[in-house]
Every structure is written in structure tokens, then in C-alpha cells.
């Protein structure tokens, strides 16, 4: 457990959290959005990004003192729903969105036989 805190003065840093963890994962995607040429490596790194942000999102939201706005809470204090709202939606669009890329990749590599981007394009422009 000391290997991920460390100690200044008489405060105590937590370095892996929720944000680092999320900031982590963003570069590793746009690292693989950046030098890879597969189709199929490309699709994973835009789905590793698209969660890299969920999880920052929810871990910018979490509150340990406030409570879900369930059953009886008039005299607590509530989560705002709304930003889990939209985190749902952002779950279900970037599942479609990974899906839509999936199935035009199907169709590229049936029409083109490969996975490279480079190669799709230069065939392309062979059959204009």
C-alpha cells in the first residue's frame, strides 16, 4: 500500500485515482490513434479514449457525503442525476459508434482484403 502514496510533511497524496487513472488511458489511446495503421487497433483506441473520459467524469462527480436521489431524501443532499444521465448517454452512443465503425470495417476489408488504412486509401484511389 506505501507504494502508491507518498508522504509530504503531514499530508498524504494518493497519486492513483480515478483523474490519473483516466489520464493514463486517454494518452494510451490517442497513442494508439496516432501510430497505428490497423482499422481494427485504431476502432479500440477511440473506445479506450471514449471510456478514458467516462471514467474521469465519474470520478470528477463521485461525492462521498451526498446520496442517491432515491426514496426518501428529502433531508439529505442529493447527487445531481443529470451528470449520470449523460454519462449513460455517452455509454450508449459510443457503443453505436463502435459498432458503426466495426461494421465499416467489415465492408472495407471485404471489398479491399486488408486492415491498413494506407493500403484502403491507395486502393481507392487505383479504382477511381
Given amino acids: 500500500m506505501d507504494l502508491f502514496y507518498t508522504k509530504v510533511g503531514d499530508e498524504l497524496y494518493n497519486f492513483i485515482n480515478g483523474e490519473s487513472v483516466a489520464i493514463i488511458l486517454l494518452l494510451i489511446g490517442l497513442l494508439g490513434l496516432i501510430t497505428k495503421r490497423n482499422i481494427i ?26 446520496t442517491p436521489p432515491m426514496g426518501d431524501t428529502y433531508h439529505l443532499e442529493v447527487v445531481n442525476p443529470a451528470s449520470h444521465a449523460l454519462l449513460i448517454t455517452a455509454i450508449v452512443i459510443g457503443v453505436s459508434v463502435t459498432t458503426l465503425a466495426l461494421v465499416v470495417f467489415i465492408r472495407l476489408y471485404r471489398r479491399y482484403g486488408t486492415t491498413n488504412w494506407v493500403k484502403v486509401v491507395n486502393k481507392r484511389r487505383e479504382d477511381a
Avoid: D, G, N
Fill in 41 to 66: 487497433k485504431t476502432v479500440l483506441s477511440l473506445s479506450i479514449m471514449q471510456l478514458a473520459m467516462i471514467l474521469f467524469f465519474v470520478t470528477i462527480y463521485y461525492s462521498e457525503k451526498k
